[in-house]
């Protein structure tokens, strides 16, 4: 059976030993309580005393310098884990995870290994440029190569989309986290099990050591949660597979994927490895689509069909570069940290070892998310249900404009659920008109096909579409995993790790965002304003930004966002394709019209926005790679057409020095190459 035990309970001794823990977790031991508060607050309390100390030294010669980007100091080893600590967060923990219990699987790895080629590229094509100019954002940048408008149409469509989605998602996802380990468990009152209360707490905390200390704060406190990071997800994935191993194969035996030939008998005598590939690899590798909504083939491989929603094959070609070169490129929060670089070669070793560090992820994120489908199916379906409760309830009730909505249902809810499914089904056909509806003994694809006709007909109806239902919450998975597994004795070390994830990208976006509108915006508006009221103007800005986040974020729980992985690559859309073809005639094209700037990033948000309006059935990265070969022929048509007269000249700083490292150069070659060979593996 799932809930089945192990024969001793789980201490930390056990732990050394690799015995599994039970499945059945308790609250937080008094002595885990004190280590978890000591250990998120004495890292804080560091990271602040280092921004202190560097912001103090900085202020003499610029004190925004000092604050936003750390007195540009930054050694490799501080560039390194802090790029692993602001990027891997529970947007990853949750989101990433959420994908592979789904049916995604190993295929979600693809954002990470392919991130490791594109840091390795970004050490020695972009940062070189990026640093030689000496700015502090990246929409300065376009203000060196295309003009002032260009700098302010993406310094605002960057900070709109970082507070809006980014910041909000992982304040969410850290608030997932808490409300699923502690739910019923209250704090001075507060009901930890609330997504909104968790929220607050995780937005608040970040705010407070950014305010302080700014990015030399962040640095030094990413070092060790970084660290503690992988090493606290290594610890989750021992467990999970001890827990594999104690489980009952007849329960097992459900989750395997559709294309799986395994047997009870076969996971009987086999190890916890062996019964996660049984499970979990389809035969020869196929993965076949069901209704083009859920891949239930195998999901150990990277390559998913043209048809699935989230990853095609296709996207391997071309769209899966784009978000991930804007992100680690061109994305300010993340970019931060290079920019405060030492030097260029502190900057390329820092991020050559970042890009190390993305190939052991998948191991910690994406294994125990399928882990979990496979190990607590049952309790991810009771997460799903209590999340559909309110809208079964309400399902006849009109929108604000007095107009009854349609919804929508996945393939796994109509087979969890038919009776809900049907009283879905027979609301949607009143509402567009009457349809023959299938029989009682109806099949949940039956089901699920005939609402998908609905949909459809209410679509071309101008019908808007509710709340979708689901059959599992998979964005619980990695949380679930955490109140299943977790023991006194090694949850204050789990948990403190998570919570300084969380804390830890966060604070790194505000910090980013408070940049830009302080840089970008407010200096420009300015000009005459001191370092210290820089200094100040960021400051308010952080809690400005991590108030609307925190208000925004507690309502991203909703379905129809597709799962919060998803709602994050989804709107990056609107920017990333456009940005990074700017950028790349920016570097290689000095003779492209300064225009261009930000008529690249206008005609990118324009197509997207359309595509994603009017042909949602396109994956987005399809979508991104479309916008992405728009917008190149547009400016390669324009620049051959009217060329500059003259090649734009970049101004060159003498801030640091700007000598390539040769060891990082083979350290990435030594990076691609086994980035291959994972792909190779897992093909």
């Known amino acids: 059976m799932a809930d089945k035990k192990p024969k001793n309970p789980m ?38 005393w280092q921004g202190n100390k560097e912001t103090k030294g900085a202020a003499e010669s610029g004190g925004a310098a000092g604050y936003f980007l750390a007195g540009r100091g930054l050694t490799w080893w501080l560039v390194g884990f802090s790029l692993i600590a602001a990027n891997i ?40 440029k990026l640093l030689r100019c000496g700015i502090y954002t990246i929409p300065e940048f376009l203000e060196y190569r295309y003009g002032v408008l ?5 310094a605002v469509a960057t900070l709109i989309i970082l507070v809006g989605v980014p910041t909000a998602s992982v304040i969410y996802s850290g608030a997932k986290v808490v409300s699923v380990f502690f739910a019923g468990q209250s704090l001075l009152g507060l009901d930890l099990g609330n997504i909104t209360v968790g929220c607050w707490i995780i937005g608040l905390s ?42 009952d194969p007849n329960e097992l035996i459900v989750t395997k994927v559709a ?32 209704n083009g909504e859920n891949m239930a083939g195998g999901k150990l491989h990277m390559v998913r069909p043209k048809e699935d929603p989230s990853i095609p094959w296709t996207a391997l070609i071309l769209g899966l570069w784009i978000p ?47 882990l979990c489908f496979n190990l607590y199916h049952k309790d991810l379906r009771a997460e799903a249900v209590k999340k559909n409760e309110v809208t079964l309830v309400s399902i006849e009730t ?29 609301h949607n056909a009143r509402i567009t008109g009457g349809a023959e509806l299938p029989p009682a003994a109806a099949t949940g694809d039956e089901l699920f096909a005939a609402n998908k006709a609905l949909l459809d007909k209410a679509k071309a109806q101008k019908i808007k579409e509710g709340t979708k239902l689901v059959g599992y919450d998979y964005d619980a998975a990695f949380p679930m995993l955490l109140r299943k597994l977790l023991q006194p004795g090694v949850t204050w070390f789990v948990l403190a790790a998570i919570f300084g994830a969380v804390v830890s990208s966060l604070a790194s976006m505000l910090n980013s965002a408070s940049t830009i509108a302080t840089i970008d915006i407010f200096q420009k508006l300015k000009p005459s304003s001191s370092q210290d009221a820089l200094v100040g103007v960021g400051k308010f800005f952080t809690i400005l930004f991590v108030l609307i986040s925190c208000l925004i974020a507690p309502n991203l729980g909703n379905p129809a966002f597709g799962g919060i992985f998803n709602f994050i690559q989804e709107f990056q859309g609107f920017i990333s394709p456009g940005v990074l073809m700017v950028f790349l005639f920016g570097f290689l094209v000095p003779r492209a019209p300064k225009f261009l700037g930000w008529l690249g990033i206008l005609v990118n948000a324009l197509l997207y926005g359309y595509l994603f309006l009017f042909h949602s059935e396109i994956a987005f990265l399809n979508r991104m790679a479309i916008c992405f070969g728009a917008v190149l022929l547009v400016m390669t048509v324009i620049t051959l057409v009217k060329p500059l007269a003259k090649p734009v000249v970049l101004p060159t700083t003498d801030l640091i020095s700007l000598e390539s490292s040769k ?21």
């Not at 030939?261 to 996660?276: C, G, I, K, M």
């Not at 070669?345 to 560090?357: D, K, R, S, T």
């Not at 009109?398 to 969890?416: E, H, I, Q, R, S």
């Open 11 to 48: 201490t930390f001794p056990t732990l050394l030993l690799g015995q599994a823990a039970p499945e059945t977790s308790t609250a937080m031991s008094g002595l885990d309580m004190i280590l978890f508060l000591v250990a998120v607050v004495g890292v804080i309390a560091f990271g602040i």
């Open 89 to 128: 967060s529970t947007e990853q923990f949750v989101g990433m995870s959420g994908q592979a219990a789904d049916w995604l699987g190993m295929a979600i790895a693809s954002y990470e290994w392919m991130a490791a080629i594109t840091l390795v590229v970004v050490a020695f094509v972009f940062l070189p």
């Open 150 to 154: 260009s700098r302010t149409i993406m």
């Open 206 to 247: 970040a705010a407070l050591y950014v305010f302080v200390g700014g990015l030399k704060a962040c640095a030094w406190t990413d070092l060790i949660w970084g660290a503690a990071l992988i090493v606290g997800g290594a610890v989750v994935l021992w467990l999970a597979l001890g827990a594999m191993k104690e489980a």
């Open 259 to 290: 294309n799986s030939n395994a047997t009870v008998a076969d996971l009987e005598s086999a190890s916890a490895w062996e019964r996660f590939m049984l499970l979990n690899d389809g035969v020869d590798g196929e993965a076949k689509a069901v």
């Open 324 to 370: 991930n070169f804007f992100y680690w490129g061109l994305n300010q929060y993340i970019v931060q940290r290079t920019l405060g670089s030492k030097s260029l070669a502190e900057g390329q070793i820092g991020i050559v070892f970042a890009a190390a560090l993305k190939l052991i992820i998948p191991f910690v994120v994406v294994i125990p998310g399928i």
């Open 398 to 426: 009109p929108d604000a404009d007095g107009k009854a909505k349609v919804f929508p249902f996945t393939l796994n809810f109509a087979g969890a659920d038919p009776a809900g499914a049907r009283k879905v089904l027979e």
């Open 663 to 683: 060891p990082a150069k083979i350290f990435g070659i030594a990076v691609v190459l086994a980035t291959l060979v994972l792909y190779v593996i897992f093909w």
